[in-house]
């Protein structure tokens, strides 16, 4: 005899093909009617199919719980049937079927029918199956396991909420235990419950302290990183499946002889590990080349370069032609976001000296306000190479040795020229650049959304008023540093990140407060949210849907500038 062939369909009903015809979850014509047997089935299976009953008894075969049965769910989604309340849909005379005798053992197919139940073939009519459900059901078993479901997820919960508790003690614990440690040099670890607790006037001093003795050697390892990474381990939370999964790819990328410089920048686009950041900057602003050997004598080369610039210019700070330059920068630092950072006096000296050999090395645009904030990613991003705290605003600078603080100095001024050569119409005189991006952000939110725009215009409020420090900046003074950094990953990951790509974001941006914009009906109250935004609270989720947002307005009009006009 020759056996049939089984399969599984994709909803879960069984199939089965002998000699070329097939039956699944759907009756097959004529399996009410009777058909005509395949050759080789069997004299067995022909006489089951001989009468009437005999036809009926080949379809319908025991329930049992097997792929492409019917089984009853219960739950919130499928209410029980009660047949108090149902009763009506139940024929009077209808039985539920009986099980029929099993067929005599002859074949490997005819075994697999008399293990299968034809999902369609339970009753004659839907009747047949209330009428199963009704005689199976008991309402009381069905209530008391849902109240048990019920209990355990609340019992789940609350032990949830029990272990979240008792790690936070223990965390604390553990920082009331770091209080007292006494270091080598006399210096005092600050907890972090101290830093917390003490006055706003001994907060510098205390976080400098903090950083310094948490830097201090425990080891044979370089003072550089022990005796912190043990603390950050337990504060810093482990990787998620997914950030691990990218940080591997990201790793097995930048580990080969030659980087791809265009599928790093497909991945950078969704954001860089913290890791691999400093690393994927360089690489992405063009300041190291793809060819890894490379790389080592170019930023030996750079360096030398940048401070023979400081040896040949920054004593000239002083000078008559150069004093309006220098003095504007010294004012302006203190104006540098985050405002810790900014106290700190090494961090002051390193970025004069960055934007003052800056100015001298770019006559034609010279130093402009708003330059100075565009070196604070990029030197926050380079000294977390270094180090291995989880707040860098909060790190003292200082407590670095002074071979590292050069290379985040020339490493910082480097990329930060690479980043001003895309956007240098911006800080060329009248700032040309700032001008028209900010005509194209006007005309761009009249077309995508004539509701916001109309609101604006009746009150008067013009787009230099807001946006000029947005395109000045990069939306630098509107969101928290963290998400500017994060907004830079994507920005060097577009071609024109800085320059194009920006446009659409502040485009994204001024829509995503359209509610609130709509609800202020006076020129001033407009003016005042407009120049702070609350973003305070803002990570790295928000950023994403604005970056997702501004893709889609740069799909739909980059390459379509009449759009822009009505």
Sequence with gaps: MRSGVVSWSQDGGAQSRSCGRERGGVKPEGAGRGREPCRGEGDEVTAAMATDGGRKQFWKRSGAKVPGSIQHVYGAQHPPFDPLLHGTLIKPGSKPPTTPVKLKKVSTFQEFESNTSDAWDLGDDDDELLAIAAENLNTEVVMETAHKVIQNHSKLQEQHKFQEEHLQ?????????????????????????????????????????????????????????????????????????????????????????????????????????????????????????????????????????????????????????????????????????????????????????????????????????????????????FVCEYIEEEEVENFDVSSLPEEVLQNIEADSYWCMSKLLDGIQDNYTFAQPGIQKKVKMLEELVSRIDEQVHRHLDQHEVKYLQFAFRWMNNLLMREVPLRCTIRLWDTYQSEPEGFSHFHLYVCAAFLVRWRKEILEEKDFQELLIFLQNLPTVHWGNEEISVLLAEAYRLKFAFADAPNHYKK
Aim: aromatic share 8%.
């Design 169 to 381: 003690e223990e965390k604390q614990v553990e920082s009331a235990e770091l209080t007292s440690i006494a270091c080598g040099d006399n210096r005092l670890v600050k907890s972090v419950s101290e830093g917390h607790t003490s006055s706003s006037s001994d907060n510098a001093s205390e976080n400098s302290s903090m950083q310094r003795s948490q830097s201090l050697p425990q080891t044979s390892t370089p003072p550089l990183v022990s005796g912190m990474a043990d603390y950050n381990t337990s504060v810093t939370p482990a990787l998620t499946e997914r950030e691990a999964s990218r940080l591997d790819k990201f790793k097995q990328l930048l580990a080969g002889p030659n980087t791809d410089l265009e599928e790093l920048r497909k991945l950078s686009w969704s954001g860089i590990p913290k890791p691999v950041r400093p690393i994927a900057w360089k690489l992405l602003s063009g300041y190291l080349p793809a060819n890894v050997d490379r790389r080592e004598s170019t930023l030996k080369r750079k360096r030398n370069e940048y401070f023979a610039f400081v040896e040949q210019y920054y004593d000239s700070r002083n000078d008559e032609n150069h004093q309006d330059t220098y003095r504007q920068i010294h004012i302006d630092i203190p104006r540098m976001s985050p405002e810790v950072l900014r106290l700190q006096p090494k961090v002051t000296e390193i970025f004069e000296r960055i934007l003052f050999i800056w100015a001298i090395r770019h006559p034609a645009s010279g130093y402009v306000q708003g330059i100075n904030d565009l070196v604070t990613p990029f030197f926050v991003v």
